[in-house]
């Protein structure tokens, strides 16, 4: 399952470009790392964002661009496997989930 949090004006064929992002970045899906919320903290900080309560168990965390903008990609384990989440920080607060 892949959730997508888009924070960014609706732009043509984002969900493609999105899924060729993840695509290319499945080898994350399999890592068994344990972030720490510090971890995860330090990274969206660079964004002037901060977790209030911890996102749940985190195996991989990193920052990226998606259309020349920053993005944070975390995968989130979840009791039906691994999960993708990209936080993408500039724009409206429109939210898709697309299925993978």
Excluded: W
């Amino acid at each position: 399952m892949v959730i997508l949090m888009q924070v960014l004006p609706s732009m043509p064929a984002l969900e493609d470009t999105v899924l060729t992002h993840i695509n290319d970045e499945l080898d994350y899906l399999q890592q068994q790392r344990k972030i720490t919320d510090e971890t995860l903290n330090r990274l969206i900080a660079t964004f002037g964002g901060r977790f209030d309560e911890s996102p749940g168990q985190v195996s991989y965390a990193g920052l990226c661009h998606i259309r020349n903008g920053p993005c944070m990609h975390l995968v989130l384990q979840s009791e039906q496997g691994p999960v993708s989440v990209l936080i993408m920080p500039n724009g409206s607060t429109n939210r898709r989930q697309f299925s993978q």
